[in-house]
């Protein structure tokens, strides 16, 4: 790669009418993975006994991601749980505070179910 291409990242072409190669790192560095992905959607499941699950799945990640993330959420409710079949299972019902911790870690979440 000549030292031209590497000022410019390789970029071919832009459609951004204020594009200068000099800003071109810093668009880049801009960008989120994790707000790409559709939103997670954090349920309520009720069980026999009169127990209660907070049930997180829509998650699109790696493997790794997806079990730091319920590791995570364990952590910060103080409960236990799983990560099975691609959804986090936290025991209780934690839905105002997973929504919130997952906000704060950058993914987008809501509510669903009833």
Known sequence: MSKK??????LVYSTNPNFTPDNFEE??????LKTGQPPLKVYL???GGGKSVSRINGFTGKTGDIETLGKLLKQK?????????REI????????KIILLLLK??????????
Do not use: F, M, P
Request: charged letters at 45%; a negative charge; proline letters at 0%.
């Open 77 to 85: 409710c103080g409960v236990g749980g799983t990560v099975k079949d």
């Open 45 to 47: 499941d009720r069980l």
């Open 105 to 114: 870690e950058g993914y987008k979440a809501k509510k669903a179910g009833g």
């Open 5 to 10: 291409d590497k000022s410019k990242g390789g």
């Open 89 to 96: 299972l936290i025991q209780g019902d934690h839905r105002d």
């Open 27 to 32: 668009e880049e560095d801009e960008i989120n």
